[in-house]
């Protein structure tokens, strides 16, 4: 168990550039999320996989941003045309599917992003 | 929509004396999970501590334990004997169950509370 890793930890990129970030999840786990933490807030959900299908969608996801999860293993994070507000860290957890959604989430170490 | 409340943004303690984070929560589901996550400066956010709406018992994992209020919606967290490795952001963390109809799979969580320990 090699936890969940997420690559790059730092990304800086000019306004208006796309940007993507991949998550590496536990194996094994069936479940993914992806969430957004600002500054002095807590993580802010964007949305979650189960396998290859992404079931779930917060109304923070706006259309610039959009997430794959090929073949139900690590999943990528796309920001198109970013603004100074997509500015945050990018958090990925995953979790097994267990009935009920008992499983834990486990999070990863995080992707900041800075738009300049 | 559910929403979680941490009325502390900072709580200061002695090394070795016991603290308590306080948490609310706002909920029509009966059936749900709690949590407290632990996020270190600059390191990865990880579990403390899991509580199941279902079960009375207040969940207790070594010096970290729960006082959960179900009728309250009340969730806090007593961390004993602190030390200085517990210096973190603190989050209280909600999660529906699908059992209850419950559609969101997505953690809400409150704004934090930064624990200090002083030596």
């Known amino acids: 168990d090699t936890g969940v890793s997420q690559n790059p930890r730092h990304k800086i990129t000019k306004r208006g550039q796309n940007v993507t970030f991949r998550c590496d999840p536990i194996s094994e786990h069936n479940r993914l999320y992806w969430y957004r933490q600002t500054l002095g807030q807590g993580p802010e959900f964007l949305t979650y996989?189960?396998?290859?299908?992404?079931?779930?969608k917060s109304r923070l996801l706006s259309d610039r941003f959009s997430a794959e999860r090929p073949k139900g293993s690590f999943s990528t994070l796309e920001i198109q045309r970013t603004e100074q507000g997509d500015s945050a860290m990018y958090l990925c957890a995953s979790s097994p599917g267990l009935a009920g959604g008992q499983g834990t989430q486990y999070f990863g170490p995080g992707t900041r992003l800075t738009v300049l | 929509a559910q929403t979680v409340t941490q009325s502390q943004p900072e709580m200061s303690v002695q090394e070795a004396e016991t603290v308590t984070l306080s948490c609310t929560y706002d909920t029509s589901e009966s059936d749900y999970y709690l949590f407290w996550y632990k996020q270190p400066p600059s390191r990865q956010m990880i579990l403390v501590i899991r509580?199941?709406?279902?079960?009375?018992q207040n969940a207790t994992e070594n010096r970290f334990s729960v006082n959960f209020q179900k009728a309250a919606k009340s969730f806090s967290l007593k961390i004993s004997d602190s030390q200085l490795g517990d210096a973190a952001m603190y989050f209280c963390a909600y999660r529906s169950s699908s059992y209850s109809g419950g559609g969101a799979d997505g953690l809400t969580f409150g704004k934090g509370t930064h624990l200090i320990i002083q030596p």
């Open positions: 509580q199941e709406a279902y079960k009375q």
């Open positions: 996989f189960q396998n290859e299908a992404q079931l779930e």
